[in-house]
């Protein structure tokens, strides 16, 4: 009867390390899920670009987004069209976009969430204001999240 019991204890034993070995596994997957770029508490969400509105405004699945610390031109102002053409070229429509919204900014602007947008790894506000045809919106440095990045240049 002993050895019965010794064996039921031991069954138990390596049963609750395996379920223990699957929650690390599945908690890892978990915050893997988040990504690398994502930082802060705010929204982190994956979808297929959908839409271009203009250079620093884009569709991702059915999210508006507005990207933190850029500005680029509007309709009918020089430049429009090539940040537009820009941000086709760097998150074409259909491809994989990571948007990390700025906890500083979780209010939106314009009915936009405001973030920071990967496609493909590249950081697309870092990428149009080393290009050129963004500028720095210096206003928000004070409360974006992502003001103590060097691409910023925020003071």
């Given at each position: 009867m002993r050895s019965r019991t010794s064996k039921k204890r031991f069954f138990f034993a390596v049963g609750l390390l395996l379920i223990l070995a699957v929650a690390i596994v599945v908690g890892v997957n978990l915050v893997a899920f988040r990504g690398p770029h994502c930082r802060g508490m705010a929204a982190c969400l994956t979808?297929?670009?959908?839409?271009?509105?203009?250079?620093?405004?884009?569709?991702?699945?059915?999210?508006?987004?507005?990207?933190?610390l850029v500005n680029t031109p509007e309709a009918g102002?020089?430049?429009?069209?090539e940040a537009k053409d820009f941000t086709a070229q760097t998150c074409p429509v259909g491809t994989q976009a990571l948007v990390?919204?700025?906890?500083g900014q979780t209010a939106g602007s314009y009915g936009r969430t405001i973030a920071v947008v990967y496609c493909g790894g590249v950081n697309l506000n870092e990428a149009l204001l080393k290009?050129?045809?963004?500028e720095l919106v210096s206003y928000y440095c004070s409360v974006s999240e992502f003001a103590d990045q060097a691409w910023t240049d925020c003071p």
């Open positions: 979808g297929g670009v959908t839409y271009i509105v203009d250079g620093d405004t884009l569709d991702v699945g059915s999210t508006r987004v507005g990207l933190a102002q020089t430049g429009y069209q990390d919204e700025d906890d290009s050129g045809y963004a």
